[in-house]
Structures are given as structure tokens and as C-alpha cells.
């Protein structure tokens, strides 16, 4: 049996690379992998940039929180490779025209940004892209915002949480997909699990044919594919 679960980068490839750096994306991308997961914030002069957390202190070489910098000011602070940390737009550029689906999560479930669905969603339908972007986030107000703005995306809910009635619950919030810590016997939307790094784990999801496993090491996930 081929499997025809996607394989999607978390935060790029952290084993490799800086996690959401471009550095990682790049190889990635040229290593055709079939997706990118990253994390989305707004600097305080409102420009998107790509961080999971809400504060640069873990990943960089500055501290303090992204809400509290212009995008001149974040730009000063490097990733452990040097690269200053990446703006959204330098991610889509990157990805101009490649076969890579993405998967963008909106930071807003601790530091909500005022207006940045409207924002980001600008930014995307603006960029060259050959799939639909995945647009998740633990809050899913966001989620709402951003389909009350543009209801033709796609949109997911993520969640630690084993889900009641996951279909219902998705059909009533317009949701497109369900991106679970836990996989979850689900019909009719798309399933991708988060954060899937055990071979024996990701055998698993890939025999049960989920929409997408995210991992942190896509290569390792590839094989074990390849032998499912």
C-alpha cells in the first residue's frame, strides 16, 4: 500500500536548520519536500514575520517580544546561522512557483495582533503560489476573522484536545482541516497531525492514511513512507 499522507516541515527542518529560518525552508524546498509549516506574528509597525514564539529570547540573539519591535529594530537580532529572523514575504518569495504547500499558523492563542488576518491574508493572495495555503492557529477566533474576511480558503483548528464530534464540529466552523496531537478516526476532513517524529509513530498515521503528518524531520518521515 502507498501512502498518499503529505509530509509537511515543522518550523522548516529544525535537525537541520534554525527553525523558521530561510536557510532550512530553502533546503526544504529544494529537497522537495510536500509542505512547510511556520508561525506567523506582527511587528509593531505591523509587518509579518516568521517566529513561533512570542518572544525572540530562545531563538535569537536578542530578548523581548516581537509586538515590541519595528521590523527594522527585529531585523538587528540574528538565528543561530546568522540570517536575521524572516519576514513573511521572504518566505513567500521563496516559494514563488515551487510544488511546496504551506501551512501557516497564526500566532494569536497568548499575543493577539490587531488586524493580522486581514493582514497576512493580503499578503498571500498577493504571492505566486501553486496550492492553497493552510491557514491554522490555536485560536479560533482567528480562524473566524479570517474566513469572515476570505470564506474561499482553507482553514484549521488546532488543538491538543481529543474532539467530541470532530466532523461537526468542523462543518459549523468552517473549517477545512483538524490539526491534532493525537490522531482521531475522522471522515470527511482533512487530518494533519503535529509533532510526529517516531518512526514507528509515523508508520502508524501513514498506514492509516492521514491528510499530512508535520515533523521535524522530513527526510527520516520520507523513508519511513517510502517502506509503508
Do not use: C
Not at 136 to 157: G, V
Not at 176 to 205: I, K
Amino acid at each position: 500500500m502507498t501512502s498518499n499522507s503529505l509530509i509537511y516541515g515543522h518550523r522548516g527542518v529544525p535537525v537541520k536548520f534554525p527553525e523558521n529560518s530561510l536557510a532550512g525552508f530553502a533546503y526544504a524546498i529544494g529537497h522537495q519536500i510536500d509542505g512547510l509549516e511556520f508561525d506567523v506574528h506582527l511587528t509593531k509597525d505591523r509587518v509579518p514575520v516568521i517566529m513561533h514564539d512570542e518572544e525572540i529570547n530562545r531563538t535569537t540573539d536578542g530578548m523581548g517580544r516581537i509586538a515590541d519591535y519595528t521590523y527594522a529594530e527585529l531585523r538587528q537580532f540574528t538565528l543561530a546561522n546568522g540570517e536575521p529572523v524572516p519576514s513573511l514575504k521572504e518566505l513567500l518569495d521563496l516559494v514563488s512557483g515551487e510544488p511546496v504547500h504551506l501551512n501557516l499558523e497564526f500566532k494569536t492563542d497568548k499575543h493577539y495582533y490587531q488586524g493580522i488576518e486581514r493582514i497576512v491574508l493580503q499578503l498571500v493572495q498577493q504571492a505566486d503560489l501553486v496550492y492553497p495555503v493552510v491557514f491554522s492557529s490555536f485560536n479560533l477566533r482567528s480562524l473566524e476573522r479570517s474566513h469572515a474576511i476570505d470564506p474561499r480558503q482553507k482553514y484549521a483548528f488546532l488543538t491538543s484536545a481529543k474532539l467530541g464530534d470532530p466532523e461537526g464540529f468542523a462543518v459549523a466552523e468552517h473549517l477545512e482541516g483538524l490539526h491534532l496531537e493525537h490522531y482521531q478516526d475522522v471522515q470527511h476532513v482533512s487530518e494533519r497531525v503535529w509533532t510526529v517524529d517516531d518512526p514507528d509513530d509515523l508508520r502508524d498515521l501513514f498506514s492509516k492514511q492521514v491528510s499530512a503528518v508535520i515533523t521535524d524531520n522530513f527526510e527520516l518521515a520520507r523513508e519511513v513512507r517510502a517502506a509503508v
